[in-house]
C-alpha cells in the first residue's frame, strides 16, 4: 500500500515539473492566465504541503476512525477464533469416535472436516476483504474531507498547490514556514466536531 503512495506521490511530482515547465516556457499562449505580480512585477506563486503524519496522529475523525477499524478487526478475529475453537471440539469428538467407526462414517467424517475448514477459510476471506473495503472506504472519506476542507482554506491562501508529505515522498527540503498542517488540523477537527454534534 505505501509502494503504491509512493509511486503516485513521485508521479504527481513529475506533472508537476511538466506544468511547471509548460506555464513558464509558453510565453506567447494567448489562452494562459495570467498570475499576479507584485509592484516590482514579480509572480505570486504559492506552494504549501501539510504532513501526512502529523495530520493523521492529530485529526479526530482519523483517530476515531482507527479505534473503530480496530474494534471490527478485533470482533472479526473473535470471530474466527469461534470458529476455530468449533472446529477443534468437533475434530476432537470425530478422533475419540474414530476406532468404532465403520468406513463409510469415517469417509463421512473426512467429508465433513474438509468441509468445515473450507468454511473456515471463506469465512477468513470474507472478513478479511470486508475489513480491507472498510478501511478503503475509509481512507477515501478522509481524502475527501481534506479536499474539501482544503477547497475552502484555500479561498483565502491563494496556494496555486498543497501538497502531503509523507516519509519516503521526493522532496528534498521543506521550508516549515509554507506548512499548514496546524490549520488544517484545527480546521478538519472542528467541522469534524460540528458534524458529530448533529
Request: glycine share 6%; charged share 30%; proline share 2%.
Amino acid at each position: 500500500m505505501r509502494n503504491i503512495s509512493t509511486i503516485l506521490s513521485i508521479i504527481a511530482l513529475a506533472l508537476t515539473g511538466v506544468l511547471f515547465y509548460l506555464h513558464f516556457s509558453s510565453k506567447g499562449a494567448s489562452k494562459n492566465v495570467p498570475v499576479a505580480a507584485d509592484k516590482d512585477g514579480h509572480h505570486d506563486f504559492k506552494i504549501a504541503y501539510f504532513d501526512i503524519d502529523s495530520l493523521q496522529s492529530s485529526y479526530t475523525f482519523y483517530k476515531d476512525a482507527l479505534e473503530e477499524m480496530k474494534g471490527k478487526e478485533s470482533a472479526a478475529n473473535a470471530e474466527l477464533q469461534d470458529i476455530k475453537a468449533k472446529f477443534q471440539r468437533r475434530i476432537q469428538q470425530l478422533q475419540e469416535k474414530g476406532p468404532t467407526m465403520s468406513q463409510a462414517e469415517g469417509e463421512a467424517a473426512q467429508k465433513e472436516v474438509a468441509k468445515m475448514e473450507q468454511d473456515y477459510r471463506k469465512r477468513e476471506a470474507q472478513l478479511q476483504d470486508n475489513l480491507q473495503n472498510q478501511q478503503m472506504d475509509m481512507t477515501k472519506l478522509m481524502r475527501k474531507q481534506i479536499e474539501d476542507y482544503l477547497s475552502e482554506f484555500n479561498k483565502q491562501k491563494g496556494y496555486a498547490y498543497i501538497f502531503s508529505y509523507e516519509p519516503g515522498f521526493i522532496m528534498y527540503y521543506k521550508d516549515s514556514l509554507y506548512d499548514v498542517t496546524g490549520e488544517l488540523v484545527q480546521g478538519l477537527n472542528e467541522k469534524y466536531k460540528s458534524k458529530k454534534k448533529k
